[in-house]
Each structure stands twice: as C-alpha cells, then as structure tokens.
Nanobody, 122 residues
Framework: QVQLVESGGGLVQAGDSLRLSCTASGRTSSSYAMGWFRQAPGKEREVVAYINWSGGDTAYANSVKGRFTISRDNAKLLVYLQMNNLKPDGTAVYYC???????????????WGQGTQVTVSS
C-alpha cells in the first residue's frame, strides 16, 4: 500500500498564501505522477494541478493558474502545492493523489491522501 498524508491546511484570509505538503510512504515510486484535487462544500471534486515524475511538466486548472504552483521532491517523496493570493472560492478539502499519468488525468488515481482543510475567509 501507498500512503499519502497531506498537511499545511488552515484558516487564512483572502490574499494570503499557504503551502500544502504531501508525504508519501509505503511502496512508493518516484515515477508516479502526482496531483492535487479539491472538493468544496456541496461541490464535486475537481483537479487543481498535476506534475509528472520529473517535475518538469505541470498543469493547472484555469481557476488557479498563475496563483498556485505544484512541485515535488522525489528524493523525499514529497509533493507541494504553493497557493498564493488565495480566494474564498478556494475553500475546500485538498487531496493529494498519486498514480500513473493516465489514472490522474482520467480522475481515478489509485492512491489518495486523507485531505487537508483549507478555509479562506473574506
């Protein structure tokens, strides 16, 4: 089993920044693509960002492009989501996920973290 644990969430004000971290353990592989998803209250889960195995290829949801940055440290099996200029609509539970690129792109990664709550006040 692969375990993913998110951390770094909290309560912030609009315009603030926050960095989420995802720590992997178990039978992990640095070849996994990684992603961040989020689910707001009453809303469906949506993708936030993806990053490939090397960290050299990233993709973002249009709603966060230019404000969020995904990165990874393969040696430490960590993935980060730097969130700048947070907005109230960013309030959600943020989930880290890992799997093949295809699994992530199709929205069905095999491994999920438990989520970390981000609340952005206005």
């Amino acid at each position: 089993q692969v375990q993913l644990v998110e951390s770094g969430g909290g309560l912030v004000q609009a315009g603030d920044s926050l960095r989420l971290s995802c720590t992997a353990s178990g039978r992990t592989s640095s070849s996994y693509a990684m992603g961040w998803f989020r689910q707001a209250p009453g809303k469906e889960r949506e993708v936030v960002a993806y990053i490939n195995w090397s960290g050299g290829d990233t993709a973002y949801a249009n709603s966060v492009k230019g404000r969020f940055t995904i990165s990874r440290d393969n040696a430490k099996l960590l993935v980060y989501l730097q969130m700048n200029n947070l907005k109230p609509d960013g309030t959600a539970v943020y989930y880290c996920a890992a799997d093949s690129p295809i699994a992530l792109i199709t929205g069905q990664p095999g491994y999920w973290g438990q989520g970390t709550q981000v609340t952005v006040s206005s």
